[in-house]
């Protein structure tokens, strides 16, 4: 909590730059306008422990038997995202969340804080760190989550001389001004989540969030998609 404390006074410290993700100091992935809205997919896997009440122990004579039981337990899903920004440069952001899993669907809100680090390169060019604090629930469970990794742009911005390794994308201005733009990115996710009807079944797990055009589009090198 004071790692986070910390991070969100720093972003709010920043001296207000309308518009600006780091004025003076472009790089590729970041133009000049930021628009509003934020918005990407993931695909999610996850490893961990859960514990489940047995069924079967009320139906068993005896007191050895425990009435709940802890197991491995895997998560696979599929999510979207969108935030709004809440700082003048966008770092700070508060959005909504959903997500199908082969358990239940989700869905509730979600704090984000970027540019934690400034820099940051995978998926052939250059983005930055995010850090995202979630609280939702599903049909029966409340759930909670922290992801951290990496996020850019989809679309590369900026000068032609801040491609990356010599990729041409035939957009060599700003992009116009608009609502929203997608993000490509993965992150680390830690979930945990309690059923509301027995606050002695949980799960946790730890898995990846991978987004995955951005994903497909770095392993085949397709040039023609940047």
């Known amino acids: ?86 700082s003048p440069r966008g770092n700070l952001r508060l959005g909504g969340w959903a997500e199908l899993t082969d358990r239940n669907a989700a869905y509730g809100a979600e704090l984000v804080i970027t540019r934690v680090p400034k820099r940051m390169d995978m998926f052939l060019y250059e983005g930055h760190g995010i850090l995202a604090l979630r609280a939702g629930r599903s049909s029966d469970e409340r759930t909670f989550a922290i992801a951290y990794g990496y996020v850019a742009p989809y679309w590369l911005e900026g000068d032609c001389k801040v491609r990356f390794y010599g990729i041409e994308t035939g957009v060599c201005k700003p992009r116009p001004e608009r609502a ?36 497909l589009r770095m392993l085949t090198v397709a040039r023609s998609w940047y």
């Not at 929203?180 to 509301?196: K, S």
């Open 1 to 86: 909590m004071r790692v986070c404390a910390a991070a969100i006074a720093l972003v709010l410290a920043c001296p207000a730059l309308a518009h600006a993700d780091d004025a003076g100091d472009q790089f590729a992935g970041e133009g000049l306008f930021r628009p509003p809205i934020e918005w990407s997919t993931w695909l999610r896997a996850s490893y961990g422990m859960a514990r489940e009440r047995d069924d079967s122990a009320a139906r068993t004579i005896g007191p050895t038997v425990s009435p709940e039981h802890t197991d491995g337990h895997r998560e696979l899903g599929a999510g979207i995202e969108a935030s709004l920004p809440l």
């Open 180 to 215: 929203a733009r997608y993000m490509a990115g993965v992150r680390l996710v830690a979930t945990v989540a309690q059923t509301i009807d027995d606050p002695h079944a949980w799960s946790a797990t730890f898995g990846i969030e991978l987004e995955p055009v951005g994903a």
